[in-house]
């Protein structure tokens, strides 16, 4: 099993910042990819960025103004939100991909979420 500990969460005025971390810790051999999705009321879950070793991915919406980062030493995945706005409000979810020791196949794991709002 793997555990996953978001934090950083809150509330900002438009045009301000955040940043997220996500510790992984457990029964880790390899993160494969660790990333980061949102859910704002009445909306589906959708990627917000996903970091793989040698690529990252983000949701077009946050393209320019987010930007995800990854401490493999300490198995952490950042999100640094800069430039945010009202629609950026939303639970945020840290999703990883882990191989387990002694596993032949990758397991995925979800946070328990953390509530950025975007407000004046």
């Known amino acids: 099993q793997v555990q996953l500990v978001e934090s950083g969460g809150g509330l900002v005025q438009p045009g301000g910042s955040l940043r997220l971390s996500c510790a992984a810790s457990g029964n880790i051999q390899r993160i494969n990819a660790m990333g980061w999705y949102r859910q704002a009321p009445g909306n589906e879950r959708e990627l917000v960025a996903v970091i793989k070793i040698g690529h990252t991915k983000y949701g077009d919406s946050v393209k320019g103004r987010f930007t995800i980062s990854r401490d493999n030493v300490k198995n952490t995945v950042y999100l640094q939100m800069d430039s945010l706005k009202v629609e950026d409000t939303a639970i945020y979810y840290c999703?990883?991909?882990?191989?387990?020791?002694?596993?032949?196949?990758?397991?995925?794991?979800w946070g328990q979420g953390t509530q950025v709002t975007v407000s004046s």
């Open positions: 999703h990883v991909d882990v191989l387990g020791v002694r596993r032949l196949v990758s397991d995925l794991y």
